[in-house]
C-alpha cells in the first residue's frame, strides 16, 4: 500500500520563514494539528512512513510528488488502516479510532 491511499488531500503549509505566531495562527484558522517538518514521496511505502515517524517522533508527515505537497499523512491515518485489515482489533477501538475526525 501507498502513502497516497491513506494521505489527506486537504493540507495547510508554511514557509520557513513564517514565526511560530503565523503557525499558530494558521493551524488554529484551519483546525489542524500537524504542519508540514518533513517529506515522503506519495509512491512510499506506508511502513516506510510510519518508521521515519516513530525514529524521527513526529506525527505527520507532508506527502510529496513532482516537488510539491500533495498531501499529509498523520499517525491517525495509518492507526484507521491498521485497524482495517487487523482482525485481533478489538472492534470498540476500531470503531474509535475510524470515526475520529
Known sequence: MHVSELMSRNVVTIRAEDS??????RMHGARVRHLPVMSVPAKADVVEAARIMLEDKVGSL???EGGKVVGIVTETDLLRQICKVDAACAKD???IV???P
Do not use: D, G, N, R
Request: charged share 15%.
Open 62 to 64: 507532508p506527502v510529496v
Open 98 to 100: 475510524v470515526s475520529y
Open 20 to 25: 511560530c505566531l503565523e503557525a499558530v495562527a
Open 93 to 95: 477501538i476500531a470503531e
